[in-house]
């Protein structure tokens, strides 16, 4: 007998010895995979960042032990959540000045302002998110309150859409601008020969904001990372960010201060900042790819900024306008494909979207795998829906429930049939990366996967949706966030589902997005956010 106990604790220890020691072990999930065949999965094991087996609790029980074991409690998991088109840099130094978001008129605007510089007494106050859409009088602000309360301090706040800027007469004096002040794709908007004091696209550039300290900076980003991974988000697209933002990222994720992953797309704005990263080459690490460049192509639609091939419904007159020349498109898309670098393009209006999509095509001469983008394709013509067999959209579906309830106002019923329209857009390119572009919309990704399914505002309305015929299915709108959006970013390999080889970023969440009543979707909340392995959230 006690030979017998000796052999079955010999032969217990080898069977111990036999399994794998892995970093963490998830057991008893609903876990979506987001792989070739969107399989699902109970378990899975963790070793230094990366997935290493994926399956049911007895296969991963079976083959591997450790220290660091995770029970489910058969809570859904989804991969790392990426959103393909956000301003994260922004958002983030937003935190630091007045939020106007959700604001229900002018006065309301304006309190703020007032409550913001009693607490803080600025020498320049700045903010952003107003939206005359919002409110029960729908149109532009003027200046002349802003004058009375404050007669000697500029004061400059930022449409929500970043499209539009209202600014006092003392930032107007700091400028130099009058209302004779020539503009080239944008507009100084005057009223009965006086300036209002909103600025629109290009003229906000003649507004000198004070410079961000290197304290600021920081701050905003580990702000930003704190609240994105509080939604699940493990990788962020930041559309237009310079050089020294990039170095800045870069640094903070080589102390491991900045954990989140940042697909950067340099701003088109510079010149001498294209020619710089054209000449260095793709830069990757595993937090941080420069690859791509985000360039303007026109406006807003909020602030009738968007480029329209026939005027605004509710304008006479007034098409908006493209930011640079078409000569300029040209100049840059040439240059950009003759690298190996991503151009990405904020297209808006219907004009912007037919004059980048012929820009596209005439620059790539049917280059295969060059992953263009376009960014919003918000109001596309029936027409050049086929342009998108090789140019990718990346789309962001909370703006379609934002709009949706002046939209066709704007625009007239007839070029609304090709307005957010994201099922036509996916049928096209076979894929779709879907974003917030936070701080325009917020951050919550849960509205993102509720706005592209179901349509609907918070408040159910409208009760059958909002032009549902391009509605996504829950299944296409998760491979949005995930594995498409890795697509659009060149990181399908590396992330974007949860398979064997990947960089282990996942979320488990409160409720199954995949199951849930359609109402309950924007309820959802994170339990928990996984980056490398590593509980950040």
């Not at 209202?166 to 300036?195: C, F, H, R, W, Y």
């Amino acid at each position: 007998m006690k030979n017998f106990f000796s052999i079955l604790t010999i032969a217990l220890f080898l069977v111990s010895c036999a399994k794998k020691e892995a970093d963490l072990i998830v057991i008893n999930s609903n876990t979506y995979t987001v792989n070739s065949n969107f399989e699902n999965a109970e378990a899975f094991a963790v070793k230094n960042g990366k997935f290493i087996a994926v399956g049911t609790n007895k296969e991963i029980q079976d083959k591997f032990t450790s220290k660091n074991t995770v029970d489910a409690e058969k809570k859904a998991i989804v991969p790392g959540l990426i959103d393909a088109h956000c301003h994260f840099y922004r958002m983030g130094l937003q935190q630091q000045k007045v939020s106007l978001e959700g604001t229900k008129s002018y006065d309301e605007v304006l309190q703020k302002l007032v409550d913001f510089q009693k607490e803080k007494n600025t020498n320049f106050i700045t903010g952003r998110g107003w939206d005359q859409n919002d409110w029960q009088l729908k149109e532009f602000p003027t200046k002349e309150k802003l004058d009375e309360l404050f007669p000697d301090i500029p004061v400059a706040i930022t449409r929500v859409d970043g499209h539009a800027l209202l600014v006092n007469q003392t930032a107007i004096d700091l400028s130099g601008i009058t209302k004779d002040t020539p503009v080239s794709g944008g507009e100084i908007i005057v009223e009965n020969g006086k300036m209002t004091g909103v600025l629109i696209d290009a003229a906000m550039d003649f507004i000198k904001f004070p410079p961000t300290s290197k304290k600021e900076a920081i701050q905003g980003l580990l702000d930003a990372q704190k609240i994105c991974f509080s939604y699940g988000l493990t990788t962020v697209d930041d559309a237009g960010i310079s050089k020294n933002t990039i170095d800045l990222i870069d640094s903070l994720q080589q102390t491991n201060d900045l954990k989140m992953r940042v697909y950067a797309m340099v701003s088109g704005d510079n010149q001498k900042e294209i020619d710089y990263f054209i000449n260095k080459g793709i830069i990757k690490t595993e937090k941080l790819n420069v690859r791509s460049f985000k360039i303007y192509g026109d406006g807003a639609l909020g602030s009738r900024g968007a480029a329209m091939r026939t005027p605004y419904s509710d304008r006479e007159n007034h098409f908006g306008a493209l930011i640079y020349s078409p000569e300029r498109y040209q100049e840059i898309a040439k240059q950009i494909a003759a690298s190996d670098y991503q151009m990405n393009t904020h297209a808006i209006g219907d004009s912007a979207n037919t004059w980048m999509l012929k820009t596209y095509k005439e620059v790539l001469k049917n280059a295969k795998n060059r992953r263009w983008r376009i960014e919003h394709a918000q109001i596309v013509s029936k027409e050049d829906f086929t342009h998108f067999d090789n140019i990718l959209p990346s789309v962001q579906p909370t703006h379609a429930t934002s709009d949706m309830y002046w939209a066709k106002d704007r625009i007239g019923p007839e070029r609304m049939k090709g307005a957010y329209a994201f099922k036509d857009l996916l049928n096209k390119y076979e894929k779709i990366a879907l974003g917030t572009d936070f701080p325009v919309e917020k951050v919550n990704p849960f509205l993102t996967f509720y706005a592209a399914t179901i349509r609907k505002d918070t408040n159910n309305y409208p009760e059958k949706g909002f032009q549902m015929e391009n509605a996504l299915t829950r299944e296409e709108t998760l491979k949005g966030m995930t594995i498409w959006a890795a697509y659009a970013n060149f990181e399908e390999e590396e992330k974007g589902s949860i398979e064997v080889g990947k960089f282990a970023d996942f979320v488990i969440l409160n409720q199954d997005i995949m199951k849930v009543k359609d109402s309950k979707i924007p309820k959802t909340k994170v339990v928990a956010t996984f980056l490398n392995g590593e509980k950040v959230f």
